[in-house]
T-cell receptor, first 112, second 114 residues
Framework: GEDVEQSLFLSVREGDSSVINCTYT??????LYWYKQEPGAGLQLLTYIFSNMDMKQDQRLTVLLNKKDKHLSLRIADTQTGDSAIYFCAEITGNQGGKLIFGQGTELSVKP | SQTIHQWPATLVQPVGSPLSLECTVE??????LYWYRQAAGRGLQLLFYSVGIGQISSEVPQNLSASRPQDRQFILSSKKLLLSDSGFYLC?????????????FGPGTRLTVT
């Protein structure tokens, strides 16, 4: 079945770049998403990428997609303490009516 | 612009009591709406989704039910809460059509069953 996997934790220093990785299994996914969840809050859609793209850049965020390896990454440049949150990767499944399948989330901790 | 509201923000309920959580969306009509539960382990579990008034699809059989009495209102209910119903409940709406869409989440309701 469809599955999305992420490492659970990442710790970086303020000002460094953060790279959060994700692997997925459904090769028919059309969109892949990154969501951010701050403590006690809902999920905020950060960015998404079409499956026919390799890269998407939006200010400090860069999304890279390797369809061959089914690997998605989110790079945050000049990471700030306000970037500390849980980041979820998600894909649209080709089956199950196009539902979103989420990874378990990567908790990013930014140290000053 | 579209806004999604959920209330209450937090709720503490005893085992066996009923539950009603509400979600409303502004700024769009006939949205597809979703209820998710996020347990302590972070994973998001899709509970219900609705494509229109009175139309509910259940993803996981359990102690909960959902209703959509109005176009932009989605309600999650239970007749008798269990301890295992504790969690963070998130409502979401969809913009766009399958397979090209975005899903936006509300602020969530933290439910603690004691």
């Amino acid at each position: 079945g469809e599955d999305v996997e992420q490492s659970l934790f990442l710790s970086v220093r303020e000002g460094d770049s953060s790279v959060i990785n994700c692997t997925y299994t459904d090769s028919s996914s059309t969109y892949l998403y990154w969501y951010k969840q701050e403590p006690g809050a809902g999920l905020q859609l950060l960015t998404y990428i079409f499956s026919n793209m390799d890269m998407k850049q939006d200010q400090r965020l860069t999304v890279l997609l390797n369809k061959k390896d089914k690997h998605l990454s989110l790079r945050i440049a000049d990471t700030q303490t306000g970037d500390s949150a849980i980041y979820f990767c998600a894909e649209i499944t080709g089956n199950q009516g196009g539902k979103l399948i989420f990874g378990q989330g990567t908790e990013l901790s930014v140290k000053p | 612009s579209q806004t999604i509201h959920q209330w209450p923000a937090t709720l503490v309920q005893p085992v066996g009591s009923p539950l009603s959580l509400e979600c409303t969306v502004e700024g769009t009509s006939n949205p597809n709406l979703y209820w998710y539960r996020q347990a302590a382990g972070r994973g998001l579990q899709l509970l219900f989704y609705s494509v229109g008034i009175g139309q509910i699809s259940s993803e996981v059989p359990q102690n909960l039910s959902a209703s959509r009495p109005q176009d932009r209102q989605f309600i999650l209910s239970s007749k008798k809460l269990l301890l295992s119903d504790s969690g963070f409940y998130l409502c979401a709406w969809r913009r766009g059509q399958i397979p090209y869409y975005e899903q936006y989440f509300g602020p969530g309701t933290r439910l603690t069953v004691t």
